[in-house]
């Protein structure tokens, strides 16, 4: 059975052999009139004002994923508190509103992320090298997933690009299911290759 294209972000995948898991979520601010939506499994980076932001570039750093946040509604009488796996990017009506979202940051942590499908398939060649990645069709309100994808294009040994690929999902998938299948569509486990708490590697 071939792959099919999935598109759901970077989701958690357990943590580098032989390090103590550590996962806490580290809580950040999203500015109130940040008009820019995120989704559970986004890549994102921390801005000057140190708010929380899209991270800005494919092949940059990536400061962290995203995995929710919370705040209040706008409604001066009927105002309530919302928590959601995904911030919609509807500016608050005051700064005085605070959104509070939480990231993974932990630099051994690693994460499952489908590759976009326009190029060659990943395979264990693959593994070691660094990669960007490619935003997808957009996140998934009803679910509050992410649409962003590993873009098997942009493999390289930069120092600077965001993630490292560690494995391939074959090699822990049982046979026959979905992304773990040799060719396109191909799913890998890979981790952040920059972060907060660590500087980037170059890929082999």
Not at 20 to 40: D, K
Not at 52 to 59: C, D, G, M, N, W
Not at 93 to 108: F, N, Q
């Amino acid at each position: 059975m071939a792959n099919t294209q999935q598109q759901f972000g970077f989701q958690p995948y357990g943590s580098v052999s032989g390090h103590t898991p550590n996962f806490g979520l580290r809580r950040v601010q999203i500015a109130y009139n940040y008009t820019t939506a995120l989704f559970r499994g986004d890549p994102v980076n921390i801005n000057a004002s140190g708010n929380l932001v899209i991270a800005p570039s494919a092949t940059g750093i990536v400061g962290g994923i995203f995995w929710g946040c919370e705040y209040t509604t706008n409604a001066p009488l009927t105002a309530l508190p919302v928590k959601s796996r995904y911030w919609p990017g509807v500016a608050l009506s005051s700064s005085s509103l605070v959104v509070t979202a939480y990231i993974y940051t932990e630099p051994d942590m690693l994460f499952l992320a489908a590759e976009l499908g326009s190029g060659a398939a990943l395979s264990a060649l693959d593994v070691g090298s660094n990669i960007g990645w490619n935003a997808g069709a957009g996140g998934n309100t009803a679910t509050g997933i992410s649409s962003y994808v590993l873009d098997e294009g942009s493999l390289a040994v930069t120092a600077t690009y965001p993630f490292k690929i560690m494995d391939l999902y074959s090699t822990y998938a049982p046979p026959g299911v979905n992304g773990a299948q040799a060719g396109v569509y191909n799913w890998a486990i890979v981790k952040l290759n920059s972060s907060e708490r660590a500087a980037g590697t170059t890929g082999i």
